[in-house]
């Protein structure tokens, strides 16, 4: 019996040319489990929320409830951005002149962050937080919001690490570093990450 090969499988981001500007566009982390359940909680939260809310317009005020009302807020809100998020969302990457222009759009919003191609360094590709035995897990994230702490691309911008590409691996992340790296400054790249990328092949 003889064995076939593993199918050579695309990266999950595509590229295209707008208004001049290459860009580079990475999609959502998408789980049709996560989804479903948030979907769910989402129901039972709402219905729960209204029924305080009712209960605090019709009765004396109970402090306890307002502030619990307060924490519902938040719940609800995190989890409608979550759920857009991962329907919609997409992060766009492209070079603007020698800068690295960032922009995180769902549902008709759009953040957009603007990186001085200058004053980044060690470019590189980065792994994501995976699950493991000892009962850690990759963190869910919300690049839309902000505050990104991974992503399969990594870079250094002053005092901070700056992390893009959120859900995809460390091998789509390097394609993506050796496709930046064509429209950065030279200085982007440290000589490590150069030897590696040579050493891949690309």
Same mark, same amino acid.
């Given at each position: 019996?003889?064995?076939?090969?593993?199918?050579?499988?695309?990266?999950?981001?595509?590229?295209e040319?707008?208004?001049?500007?290459?860009? *580079?566009?990475?999609?959502?982390?998408?789980?049709?489990?996560v989804?479903?359940?948030? #979907?769910?909680?989402?129901?039972?939260?709402?219905?729960?929320? @209204?029924? @305080?809310?009712?209960?605090?317009?019709?009765?004396?005020?109970?402090?306890?409830?307002?502030?619990?009302?307060?924490?519902?807020?938040?719940?609800?809100?995190?989890? #409608?951005?979550?759920?857009?998020?991962?329907?919609?969302?997409?992060?766009?990457?492209?070079?603007?002149?020698?800068?690295?222009?960032?922009?995180?759009?769902? #549902?008709?919003?759009?953040?957009?962050?603007?990186?001085?191609?200058?004053?980044?360094?060690?470019? $590189? @590709? $980065? &792994?994501?937080?995976?699950?493991?035995?000892?009962?850690?897990?990759?963190?869910?994230?919300?690049?839309?919001?902000?505050?990104?702490?991974?992503?399969?691309?990594?870079?250094?911008?002053? &005092?901070? @690490? *700056?992390y893009?590409?959120?859900?995809?691996?460390?091998?789509?992340?390097?394609?993506?570093?050796?496709?930046? $790296?064509?429209?950065?400054?030279?200085?982007?790249?440290?000589?490590? $990450?150069?030897?590696?990328?040579?050493?891949?092949?690309?």
């Open positions: 019996m003889s064995l076939q090969y593993e199918e050579i499988k695309a990266p999950r981001f595509r590229t040319t707008v208004d001049g500007y290459d860009q *580079i566009i990475v999609p959502p982390q998408r789980n049709a489990f989804m479903l359940f948030l #979907l769910v909680w989402l129901c039972g939260w709402t219905i729960g929320g @209204a029924t @305080a809310m009712h209960n605090l317009l019709s009765r004396p005020f109970q402090p306890f409830l307002a502030f619990w009302l307060c924490g519902w807020l938040l719940g609800e809100g995190f989890v #409608l951005v979550s759920l857009g998020w991962m329907s919609t969302g997409a992060e766009i990457l492209r070079s603007v002149g020698s800068d690295l222009e960032v922009s995180y759009c769902m #549902l008709g919003f759009t953040r957009s962050k603007l990186y001085r191609g200058t004053a980044i360094s060690d470019l $590189s @590709a $980065s &792994a994501s937080p995976v699950f493991s035995l000892n009962g850690r897990y990759g963190q869910m994230s919300l690049p839309f919001l902000g505050g990104n702490k991974t992503g399969s691309v990594k870079f250094t911008y002053g &005092a901070r @690490a *700056i893009l590409a959120v859900g995809l691996d460390e091998a789509e992340g390097q394609l993506i570093v050796e496709r930046l $790296s064509k429209k950065l400054p030279a200085t982007v790249r440290t000589a490590s $990450s150069a030897e590696v990328a040579r050493g891949s092949g690309f």
